[in-house]
Structure formats: C-alpha cells, structure tokens
C-alpha cells in the first residue's frame, strides 16, 4: 500500500462543477502539499497546510491531520483548471508523493 | 531569470545505452533536487543536494544510476547501463532553502522525457 494515496485517479466534470480530490497518508508528517502539473509538464506548488484550511481564489484546500486526509476544492471550474494534481507530505526526512489525479474540465 | 534548465527535453536511447540528463538550478539557490516521474508510482525524489553536496540518495532506484553535482551551476544523472524500465519523466528542481525543503520552495524544470527502446 501506497503511503500516500489519491482519489480518483482521473476526474472529468463540466465546466462550473465544484471538485474535489482527496488525499491519505499513513505516515506522521511535518506539512501536506498540492501541487498542479499542466499539461506541458510544469510544476507549480498550490498550497502548504499542517492544519486547518487554506483558499486562494477557487481553490480551497483542507486538512485534518487526526484522520490523515486532505481535500483539494475548485469551486466554478474551467477548462484551463485541466491538469494533473499531486499531493505530497513532508517528514523531515522523506518526501513522499501520490500519484495525481488527473483532472479534465469540459466547456 | 531563466528558471530550472533541463536538458535535453527529449531522449531516446536504446537499452544499454548511458544517458546523461543535465540540469542547471536558478542562480543563488542552495539545493537540487532530481525526480523521476511515471504513471505507476508518480513523482519519486531519486537525490538531492545542498551546497553541490549530496545528502540523501535512497531513492535512487539502483547503481546504474548515479548523479554529480560539481558546482553550484550544474548537475548531471547519469543511467548506466539504461533499461526499458528507466523511461519516465525527470524532473530537477532547485531551492533556495537548506535541508530537505519542501515542494512550496522549490523551482521544477520543465523536465526531460527519457524513452530507453
């Protein structure tokens, strides 16, 4: 079993959809990352939670560490949101990573 | 500033060919990190470095392969001999944080897509 899983793997939804995409992790952690891949590959960092709630514009992340698990949240979803989502979590050692979730919004 | 470089963008090779992926880091920034990317097991951190020095390389998967850094400009991961199974997406990232810093702090390249025949 993976230490980090998401869900689900792949998600299509209409444009204006509210989304969500979860991650949980098995392993004690420092911090709980999101990250957005775009389709020509890039990177970016989205958020960094150890607790609580976080929101920039659409986006909304959450995390509650007693049961292991953060939500990704895009509230009126467009086409250019279309990409790969990772979660990663930090111990002060390892950086573990999930898969992605792979998200295509359709006009 | 120019970003992460990677290069080159794209390669294919053929089994037991070495490939040598290069990766220079944004100017200034202490720490370089190299990620292979596959659908199977997503991103995996491979090794990095603070201050050219190498500090953690468990995740590189096997002595095939193997990664410099001889100065603060540049880095190189090296597949020796390469196998079908190494095809993925290599990322480098740098970070002007010490330690292990986290994805928040870290610049990605746009990555090298590895295709071993």
């Known amino acids: 079993k993976n230490e980090v899983e998401q869900s689900p793997q792949n998600l299509t939804a209409q444009e204006g959809e509210f989304i969500t995409i979860n991650c949980s992790y098995s392993v004690g952690i420092s911090a709980l990352h999101w990250l957005q891949q775009h389709p020509g590959g890039g990177i970016v960092s989205l958020f960094m939670l150890s607790s609580g709630k976080k929101k920039h514009g659409r986006l909304i992340a959450t995390i509650n560490i007693q049961e292991k698990h953060s939500s990704l949240h895009i509230t009126a979803s467009h086409p250019r949101d279309s990409a790969v989502y990772i979660c990663a979590v930090k111990r002060t050692d390892k950086l573990i990573f999930g898969t992605g979730t792979r998200l295509q919004v359709f006009p | 500033d120019a970003g992460v470089i990677q290069s080159p963008r794209h390669e294919v090779t053929e089994m037991g060919q070495e490939v040598t992926l290069r990766c220079k880091p944004i100017s200034g920034h202490n720490s370089l990190f190299w990620y292979r990317q596959t659908m199977m097991r997503g991103l995996e951190l491979l090794i990095y470095f603070n201050n050219n020095v190498p500090i953690d390389d468990s995740g590189m998967p096997e002595d095939r392969f193997s990664a410099k850094m001889p100065n603060a400009s540049f880095s190189t991961l090296k597949i020796q001999p390469s196998e079908p199974r190494d095809s993925a997406v290599y990322f480098c990232?740098?970070?002007?944080?010490?330690?292990?810093?986290?994805?928040?702090?870290?610049?990605f390249g746009p990555g090298t897509r590895l295709t071993v025949l």
């Open positions: 990232a740098s970070s002007p944080h010490p330690g292990l810093a986290g994805p928040d702090t870290q610049y």
